[in-house]
């Protein structure tokens, strides 16, 4: 089976997920017989691209053209290199990223589709998957009927392969930019830049719910100690909603799907859409001061407190070592 790992990266870092994707990717091709290569596109890409050979042979695209992730320009070229090397299966890391342009590759390749997959096997010679459906509520099993396949992972479910000692082949794609479509215009990017890690990427998540009650105290409780810890922040919809949290810090149904090493909700109650984004973490901590409240029902460990009260001592305790 070919392999075609579709790499994601900021311009100079490959992200985590990618690697996941690789080792799903290896997983697969130790199963069949098959081969791996990644796909790096994007333009100024050498760093990128050494790095990536780290872990797979490599193909880089670099063009102008491609300079940023114009989700029909790249669909065009993943589908184009995948058809041209007879791909069987495309994968890449279930991100925001992917769900742009993957399923748009897939369209032109006119293969068949799984998304946000947890899992696999080798059933009878075909390979088979898991994955999440109805917000998580259940995990289906499903197998891709079409040529090629392309497959999306959830990072938290694939552990990373390690580098190679020797860093593999690497080749250039070149590509008739005339060719491209052109019916995405680039404008501008708009993010918040944070020196905390991303809250899909990081090991350890201090979130903060409908609890916390204005901006000011999300920073000084969810936001301290989560830099005490190292750790990202992330949010339930109702600071959302409410313009406490901004939008890409929401964990659930709608927001990021994470599963870090340890997981912390501050005064969340434990909604099921939630419960989607963050129940697979390693160890799920909650604080909550209704002893009710469904979160316990999930969590590892549970504390029932005032957030107010208790944050700022942890805070403290964490800070004296
Ligand atoms: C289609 C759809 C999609 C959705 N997607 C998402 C999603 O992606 N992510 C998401 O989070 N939600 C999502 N929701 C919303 C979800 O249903 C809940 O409304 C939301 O998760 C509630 O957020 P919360 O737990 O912060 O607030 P609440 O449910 O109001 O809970 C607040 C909790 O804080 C506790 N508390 C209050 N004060 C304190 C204190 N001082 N100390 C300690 N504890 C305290 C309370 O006991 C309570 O348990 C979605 C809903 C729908 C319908």
Known sequence: MHILVV?????????????????????????????????????????????????????????????????????????????????????????????????????????????????????EGQLVFQRPMFAGAITAT?????????VTIRAAAYEAPRPADTAFDTS??????????????????????????DVTEARIVVSGGRAIKNSEDFERLVGKLADQLGAATGSSRALVDAGIASNEL????????????LYIALGISGAVQHLAGMKN????????NDPDAPIFDTADYGLVADVYEIVPQLIEKIHAG
């Open 250 to 261: 929401q964990v659930g149904q709608t927001g990021k799907i994470v599963a870090p090493d």
């Open 7 to 123: 790499a994601e990266h900021d311009g100079t870092t490959i992200r985590p997920g990618t690697l996941s994707a690789v080792g799903f990717a290896n997983s697969i091709a130790e199963k069949t017989g098959g081969k791996v290569e990644s796909l790096v596109l994007g333009h100024d890409i050498d760093s990128v691209v050494r790095e990536m050979a780290r872990y797979t042979p490599v193909l880089g695209c670099d063009s102008s053209a491609l300079a940023n992730p114009v989700a029909d320009r790249y669909a065009k070229v993943i589908a184009d290199v995948a058809s041209e090397r007879h791909d069987d299966l495309i994968v890449a890391a279930s991100t925001t990223y992917a769900k742009d342009i993957l399923g748009r590759a897939g369209g032109l390749l006119g293969g068949a589709m799984a998304s946000e997959v947890v899992g696999h096997e080798l059933r």
């Open 142 to 150: 499903v197998a891709l009927l079409g040529h090629p396949q392309i």
């Open 172 to 197: 250039t794609v070149d590509i008739d930019e005339s060719s491209l479509p052109n019916h995405i215009c680039f404008e501008q990017v708009e993010s918040k830049s944070s020196d905390r890690p």
């Open 281 to 288: 973490s390693k160890v799920i901590v909650a604080i909550n």
